[in-house]
Nanobody, 124 residues
């Protein structure tokens, strides 16, 4: 099974940027589709972005495309989330997730492995 550890969260002003990183260990990283989800207080966990095994294809949630970019390095066993033009409504705990299934890639239930989350706070 894969273990995931996120890093890179923090406090940033609106319009700023952050880069989140997720380190994977414990299994063959390239076997997994990888995703980022986020959860704000009182809200359900929300799909942000996901990337296929080789990194060729990526999928973005509503309002993310154009501001957020996902990438992966199958040699370093890392996945990254570059977030630009951040808005206060982007404030949430961001989770890295891994999926070994072929389910719908935007669904929380498709991902069986999760990191502990990293807090992103965007001030206005």
């Amino acid at each position: 099974q894969v273990q995931l550890v996120e890093s890179g969260g923090g406090l940033v002003q609106a319009g700023g940027s952050l880069r989140l990183s997720c380190a994977a260990s414990g299994d063959t990283f390239s076997r997994y589709r990888m995703g980022w989800f986020r959860q704000a207080p009182g809200k359900e966990r929300e799909f942000v972005v996901a990337i296929e095994w080789s990194g060729t294809y990526s999928y973005y949630g509503d309002s993310m495309e154009g501001r957020f970019t996902i990438s992966r390095d199958n040699v370093k066993n890392m996945v990254y989330l570059q977030m630009n033009s951040l808005k206060p409504e982007d404030t949430a705990v961001y989770y890295c997730a891994a999926s070994s299934s072929l389910g719908y890639i935007r669904a929380v239930s498709t991902f069986g492995f999760w990191g502990q989350g990293t807090q992103v706070t965007v001030s206005s």
